[in-house]
T-cell receptor, first 113, second 116 residues
Framework: DSGVTQTPKHLITATGQRVTLRCSPR?????VYWYQQSLDQGLQFLIQ???????AKGNILERFSAQQFPDLHSELNLSSLELGDSALYFC????????????FGPGTRLTVL | AQSVTQLGSHVSVSEGALVLLRCNYS??????LFWYVQYPNQGLQLLLK??????LVKGINGFEAEFKKSETSFHLTKPSAHMSDAAEYFC??????????????FGRGTQLTVWP
């Protein structure tokens, strides 16, 4: 158990819909990262938050947004969903930045029908 | 931009044999390097990492990796494979130096199969 929790574990929805994925980081970790894992693209960095502020953006679509709340949990919002958005979405947390180990949650598997 | 190449999407070894998983990277600055393992239906678990100091890094479950700057490589090895090592392995790199930046860029992964 990494100490990072993600809900829900599975999500099945239809094209055009909007969903919210939730992540609670390990106690004491200030950075939260979101990654997408798909067969086509592999594991891709989406976005990082540090202590409530957006810190870095990767290959995140404009239809996707995220935020980190004062209690440090984070949410990833996916809207106008397309079939190609079906993937495993991981949240990870670390104390601060690159030199610190990122601990990954179990992931949320999103299926868009 | 940094990139990570893992040679061989599938590697098969016999139990007790040497495990060698290859990783090469490109980075404009000396990177931080990581190996993660993913078991079916689970998240990623860190095996080992190189940030600074000794270039031979030891990790969990008997794995080790050596950072070779001249070869831009960070290959993962284990002297003797065990059935429980069967999983997917990911090499990752970060060249972020800001203390609060931490983007990881991953290779496509290598599926390790261990035969009895």
């Amino acid at each position: 158990d990494s100490g990072v929790t993600q809900t829900p574990k599975h999500l099945i929805t239809a094209t055009g819909q909007r969903v919210t994925l939730r992540c609670s980081p390990r106690s004491g970790d200030l950075s939260v990262y979101w990654y997408q894992q798909s067969l086509d693209q592999g594991l891709q960095f989406l976005i990082q938050y540090y202590n409530g502020e957006e810190r870095a953006k990767g290959n995140i679509l404009e239809r996707f947004s995220a935020q980190q709340f004062p209690d440090l949990h984070s949410e990833l919002n996916l809207s106008s969903l397309e079939l190609g958005d079906s993937a495993l979405y991981f949240c990870a947390s670390s104390v601060k930045g690159a030199a610190d180990t990122q601990y990954f949650g179990p992931g949320t598997r999103l299926t868009v029908l | 931009a940094q990139s990570v190449t893992q040679l061989g999407s599938h590697v098969s070894v016999s139990e007790g044999a040497l495990v060698l998983l290859r990783c090469n990277y490109s980075s404009s600055v000396p990177p931080y390097l990581f190996w993660y393992v993913q078991y079916p239906n689970q998240g990623l678990q860190l095996l080992l990492k190189y940030t600074t100091g000794a270039t031979l890094v030891k990790g969990i479950n008997g794995f080790e990796a050596e950072f070779k700057k001249s070869e831009t490589s960070f290959h993962l090895t284990k002297p003797s494979a065990h059935m429980s090592d069967a999983a997917e392995y990911f090499c990752a790199v970060s060249d972020d130096r800001g203390s609060t930046l931490g983007r990881l860029y991953f290779g496509r992964g290598t599926q390790l199969t261990v035969w009895p």
